[in-house]
């Protein structure tokens, strides 16, 4: 059953094996030979080679061992020893070093070198590597690796000699007694997928733990993480808003299987256990930072959101960016734990960075769109513009797009790339908005009867405290087919359009008065048919205005081409508004 189990286990690792945990690299150089006294020639271009059992490097060459061993293939698991041995004494030999690597062997195959040359920086030399000890009744013995070349073959790392010869007289000696002699037999004995049933028992229950654990780290931890949120920006944090229990647990959860790895006495067991343990903390660490950064941003939006629109614009592009690069981190970290070379992929990222810009294109001009949106601010959020045959509300400056709610509530995403050499009409930024109209009045309308209408409605906007005087003007501007066309130009002095529109109704019914007070009236675009004798213009009205500017003209105070500065001065600002009969009018009074 153990056989079985282990064969399952070196199946596993065999699998992980595409994500570079194989015992064999991804290529290795041979090393020249050893320089001789001859003068020095042109060294030959270094030979690529990869070795099909994985000898080329420390860690291939003792995972491919107990990956030998363990499926009792003697004559593969032979091939990784320095030794000449053979037949029965070979399988002996085999056995003991197995026994060795899986009972009172104190090493870590995880972090043993995957490199070709191994690793230099031990006491050792530079062909020879340390796989781990062994403590025996008469002291700690090395295990180790001798990096050898045989002929016009390439160097490959074995099992050196002079460990092999220890071999018998280490088993001899070695009394290793672990949790499995102190367990019923059933515990030790059956094995479920990789790992026997005590193991499985005990991660189970680590599971349940580490949860609880995390639970009170967490209450013991929030209080920092408020204490750091609040000199980093600024502003209090409720408790509510930091949800950091999550990634807290599974870091706590990637302990325990440190832990686990730590105390496991199988190099296949610490292998495996040691890369799940590194990726779950480098998944809670993303995690951790992701929600640390929500938290950060989502206050400092709170925060800037009653003084800027643009901060918060900006904010939400950079929350975004930084958490894609937290992701990309994260994943590149996962990769180098898996064995993959990442100073070689972001070298290829490099050679391929063309493509990639140009398969991106639309992407990244969506982009860098987003960013010259947010830093030159023709929009923000909460702006009501109009781009292209679009108009609506400002919603959300995103890396692609930016979203706007429509008149009709529907959203509408225009990418940003677009958007940014797209003619953008900002309403929100007007300082007062245009009052512009056009009048046509009835061709039977008198001349003094329009010099009335025209003064009196240039007086109606000199008055008006809503309407700049200085820009206020009426002016006749044509014969048309079937009316006198009148011009209205001027500004309220509203930036709200709600506001303007109360306005722009209180000049157009004054409008109207006026035009009615003088006897005449409003043209009709069509043409009309008269079955019985017209009554006419009123005429009591029409001398009334025909008298007011006969007045005007005998008392030189004709208000054309318009009123004196006296006279403007006089009655600017003096219009009664809101109506005196307003129902505004009368509740300002109570």
Known sequence: MVKISMAVVIFLVSCLGATGWTAQPPRVSIETKEKTQRPAEPEAAPVVYNDPLGRSTPQGTVLGFIKAAAQEDYEQALRYLDTRTTGTAAQKLIAGLQAILEGGFSGNLAVLSNKPEGSLDDDLLPTVERVGTVKTASGSIDILLERLQRGKEPPIWLFSAATLTRVPG?????????????????????????????????????????????????????PLVLLALRRVARVRADQHVVKLTGPVRILMFALAIWVISLYSRSLLGSLFWTYVASTLTVIGATWFCLRVMDIVFKLKQRQFSFTSSTKVSLLQLLEKLCKVLAVIAGALVILYLAGINIAAAITGLGIGGIA????????????????MIISDRPIRVGDFCRAGDTMGTVENIGLRSTRIRTLKRTVVSVPNGQLAVMNLENFAVRDKIWF??????????TADQLRYVLAEIRKMLYGHPKVESTSARVRFIGFASSSLNLEVFAYILEREYEPFLQVQEDLLLRIMDIVEGSGSGFAFPSQTTYLASDAGLDAAKSREAVDTVRQWREQGRLPFPDFSPETIAEIENKTEYPPPESALRNKRKE
């Open 170 to 222: 280490i088993q001899r000696e070695l009394d290793v007694r672990s949790l499995d002699d102190y367990l019923p037999r059933f515990l030790v004995s059956t094995w479920f997928l990789w790992f026997p049933l005590w193991q499985w028992i005990l991660f189970l229950l680590l599971v349940p733990l580490s949860y609880a654990l995390a639970a009170v780290a967490t209450r013991l931890f929030t």
């Open 356 to 371: 990639i810009a140009f398969a991106a294109q639309k992407t990244l001009e969506n982009l860098f769109g987003g960013v």
């Open 436 to 445: 512009h109209h056009h009048l046509s009045l009835r061709y039977e309308t």
